[in-house]
């Protein structure tokens, strides 16, 4: 079993619609919770980064963590097709150490 | 900002020969430096970890004596393939960590290509 399971996807959803991504990990050591967005071909970018348990908003997208149940969402609001990417959660134990990375999650908004 | 570059970007050798990727941090000193693989439509996988001055640490199951690793100054890191061969194509992704911070920025990535 992984540490960090994600959906691969696709997932396909209109314009304007919200886009609601999960993981879930199995250890309980990870402290730390990142989501990354990954264009084809493109190294990965930070969108959100959160520690321990707790919501977290930055204009559209919001990531929440619940550690009780090794839980961790990202919702994008208004998704636009330039959303379409592959969206990776990430964790960590500590800060500063390495990242272990769930599998990704492809999306694809439709306009 | 946080801007790390990689070069080259994409880079297609001969089997046998050994390939060179720089990764730089633009506008930030990097203490910590990482270094990943990833094949298609597949996550990241850690290949190892170099902090400035010393040396690598290798993930379980990584050659170091293939995944030559040199993290000479705050700014610079470089991954060397050596002796390449087909199952080495992949894309391989660098990121930097600011010291004292948390987050790693990453690069664009080198598609390397074997043949």
């Known amino acids: ?45 930070l969108l959100m980064y959160t520690y321990s348990s707790g919501n977290k908003e930055d204009g559209r997208f919001t990531a929440q963590v619940d550690k009780s149940s090794k839980y961790i969402s990202l919702f994008i609001r208004d998704s636009q097709p330039s959303d379409s990417a592959t969206y990776l959660c990430a964790m960590s134990r500590a800060a500063g150490n390495k990242l ?3 599998g990704g999650t492809r999306v694809l908004v439709k306009p | ?18 390939v060179k990727i720089e990764c730089r941090s633009l506008d930030f000193q990097a203490t910590t430096m990482f270094w ?22 290798y993930e379980q199951g990584v050659e170091k004596d293939k995944f030559l690793i040199n993290h000479a100054s705050l700014t ?9 061969h087909p199952e ?23 598609r390397l290509t074997v043949l």
């Open chain 1, 1 to 45: 079993q992984k540490e960090v399971e994600q959906d691969p996807g696709p997932l396909s959803v209109p314009e304007g619609a919200i886009v609601s991504l999960n993981c879930t990990y199995s250890n309980s050591a990870f402290q730390y919770f990142m989501w990354y967005r990954q264009y084809s071909r493109k190294g990965p970018e």
């Open chain 1, 100 to 102: 272990t990375f769930g």
């Open chain 2, 1 to 18: 900002g946080a801007v790390v570059s990689q070069h080259p970007s994409r880079v297609i050798c001969k089997s046998g020969t050994s």
């Open chain 2, 76 to 84: 610079l890191s470089t991954l060397t393939v050596t002796s390449a």
């Open chain 2, 36 to 57: 990943y693989r990833q094949f298609p439509k597949q996550s990241l996988m850690l290949m190892a970890t170099s902090n400035e001055g010393s040396k690598a640490t």
């Open chain 2, 88 to 110: 080495d194509s992949s894309f391989y992704i660098c990121s930097a960590q600011r010291g004292g911070e948390d987050t790693q920025y990453f690069g664009p990535g080198t």
